[in-house]
């Protein structure tokens, strides 16, 4: 046996005019829901990218280069060093130190041609890798510390070298999101590149501890 089932439907009132002004009082009250929803969807979205933007603004990092002369003790000392001035941690991906083109693995090769050091001597030198580590917001590394006791004559052309336009620190540093940023930090560059992912240079300055060819 075959049963029709009739779909309900609105009933008609027998006015024309009744009818229409019911028909486009629906089809308002539908375009106006539909409006609704999708200014309501667009608004959520810029609420998340607002949310990303200021997720991503309070864990951005910003590496820095400084140097300078400092006495402590009696014992006066030349000092270069990184820091982060950012307000999140800074995971140093790669560093390449460079003096007049040329690209340095440790602190001591790069004083034998910048500053005269004697590299197979055992003249004292303070250094520090900070390649490969995280950097909190607001803490700094010396990666390199000479004594004026030590060499005055090194002394003396590490302090002309430290700010001189030859030396190039470039850094590749990333944020905990994985967002990445490049440059050379001795040029005290506000914007620095921003770089999908950083590439491990072919002369990293890592004191030597990297598997990087020379």
């Not at 005269?116 to 055992?122: E, I, K, M, N």
């Not at 590394?141 to 336009?165: D, G, T, W, Y």
């Not at 005290?188 to 300055?205: R, S």
Request: proline share 5%; glycine share 8%; with cysteine.
């Amino acid at each position: 046996m075959d049963v029709e089932i009739h779909a309900p439907h609105p009933h008609k009132s027998g006015h024309n005019w009744v009818d229409l002004v019911v028909a486009v009082s629906a089809l308002f009250v539908s375009v106006v829901s539909l409006g609704i929803g999708i200014l309501h969807g667009r608004t959520m979205e810029r609420m998340a990218e607002e949310n990303a933007r200021l997720v991503a603004a309070n864990s951005w990092p910003f590496m820095s280069y400084g140097a300078g002369t400092g006495t402590t003790e009696g014992v006066t000392r030349v000092h270069m060093q990184v820091f982060n001035s950012g307000v999140g941690p800074a995971k140093i991906e790669s560093a390449e130190l460079k003096w007049k083109g040329v690209a340095y693995r440790g602190v001591r090769e790069f004083l034998a041609a910048c500053c005269d050091l004697d590299a197979a001597s055992d003249t004292p030198v303070d250094s520090d890798v900070f390649a490969n580590y995280v950097v909190p917001a607001g803490a700094n590394i010396r990666f390199l510390e000479f004594s004026k006791s030590a060499n005055p004559a090194v002394f003396s052309a590490l302090q002309r070298a430290m700010l001189s336009s030859e030396l190039q620190l470039n850094v590749c540093y990333c944020s905990i999101f994985d967002e990445c940023w490049q440059g050379d930090l001795t040029t005290l560059n506000l914007k620095p590149k921003h770089v999908e992912a950083c590439t491990v240079p072919k002369v990293p300055f890592d004191e030597g501890l990297s598997k990087g060819k020379s």
